[in-house]
């Protein structure tokens, strides 16, 4: 790597005020505004998914397993699930109405650690945008530690305050939908009031995104600066009121093109035929011996007989069902990826923007 390439990756201004590392006599390097890309540093984009990978499945094995269980005796197994009109899932709407309370415990307490715990890879992924080794290499995990142990006290009081204030924000949207609707139905009817309602709801969205914005521009300013609480929320707000739209319209478009691979996904798997797929092939001699001697739609009892017995050769079951699932579950995965690249992506743009702002104000100081 030539000389200027190398004095195009380190900021000017030397970040000499870092934890020492926990290699001796090493800090690592403030990268310059223009090298604080996500694309260079795709092994900290990783552990964020690999996080949030773990995190999932923390909550869907235990649903998975208990549908797993309640079917287990059923000829099909859990293919039922997937029949037209739903009903095995009609089925479950006890047992549901029993269980809510622990599962909702279990998504609530997974939601306030993840939430808490996922400050760590995140801290890290910012560190690691922002900074780079002596020799211009991505950090690694020991040189990451002091600087996230560093950090994550104004990161968790910042989590808390600004959880609080986007929640609050999202409920007065639905009270404003809500209020501003029946007040206004007497006089102009269902469908104008409910136009004016979300317009009023959208207002209230607006300004609870904005509030997201500061709280990412703050997260970056906390670990670009090593500030306080509320030096990195004053850093945030100066930055966002000197370029509000610019910087609002980059959180937005990753978030809408997050939005639009979903939809698209939601598109895409019904066309993958997963519905039929994933009932198993029926092997059992038993069960087509049944099937051949209950007669066709004679009686409804029958009907309902031959409905759960499954054919003994259908060319859509077998390895049809395997490659279906396959495909289903890595178009999720890099689905998921995607998003967390985008989020990544924003991540650094905020870096460059709280950068960019200082290193402005302090040329008209």
């Not at 000017?12 to 290699?23: A, I, M, W």
């Not at 969205?205 to 703050?218: Q, R």
């Not at 689905?335 to 460059?352: F, H, I, K, Y």
């Amino acid at each position: 790597m030539s000389v200027s390439q190398l004095e195009g990756l380190v900021s000017s201004r030397p970040d000499v005020s870092g934890p020492e590392s926990v290699r001796r006599d090493t800090r690592l390097l403030l990268v310059s505004n223009d090298a604080m890309r996500a694309r260079r540093r795709p092994g900290a984009v990783i552990i964020v998914y690999l996080f949030q990978l773990v995190l999932s499945f923390v909550v869907a094995w235990p649903v998975s397993r208990g549908l797993a269980a309640t079917f287990s005796g059923h000829p099909r197994g859990d293919s039922v699930l997937f029949d037209d009109g739903g009903w095995a899932l009609l089925a479950l709407r006890t047992a549901y109405d029993r269980a809510t309370p622990s599962i909702w415990g279990l998504v609530v307490l997974v939601t306030l650690v993840g939430a808490v715990v996922g400050l760590v890879p995140l801290a890290a992924l910012l560190t690691s945008i922002s900074h780079a080794t002596p020799d211009l290499r991505a950090p690694r995990p020991r040189h990451l530690a002091p600087y996230v142990v560093l950090v994550m006290r104004p990161l968790v009081t910042m989590q808390a305050m600004g959880s609080a204030l986007e929640l609050a924000l999202l409920a007065v949207a639905a009270w404003a939908f809500g209020f501003v609707r029946e007040s206004l139905q007497p006089r102009f009817g269902d469908a104008r009031a409910d136009q004016i309602a979300v317009l009023a709801c959208a207002v209230t969205l607006l300004a609870a995104g904005a509030a997201s914005v500061v709280h990412d521009l703050a997260r970056a300013a906390a670990v670009r600066f090593r500030a306080g609480t509320f030096a990195a929320i004053r850093s945030a707000l100066v930055t966002f009121r000197h370029k509000p739209v610019r910087i609002f319209w980059s959180w937005a478009w990753r978030g809408l093109a997050s939005l639009v691979l979903v939809v698209i996904v939601a598109w895409l798997v019904p066309h993958l035929s997963a519905l039929r797929a994933v009932v198993p092939p029926a092997a059992d001699p038993h069960l087509s011996a049944l099937r051949a001697v209950v007669p066709p739609a004679a009686d409804p009892q029958f009907s309902a007989l031959r409905a759960v017995v499954p054919p003994a050769a259908d060319p859509q079951f077998g390895p049809r069902a395997t490659a279906s699932l396959v495909a289903i579950a890595l178009i999720h995965q890099l689905v998921a990826l995607a998003r967390v690249s985008l989020r990544a992506s924003w991540l650094a743009r905020a870096l460059r923007a709280v950068d960019s702002d200082a290193a402005e104000r302090r040329r008209h100081t």
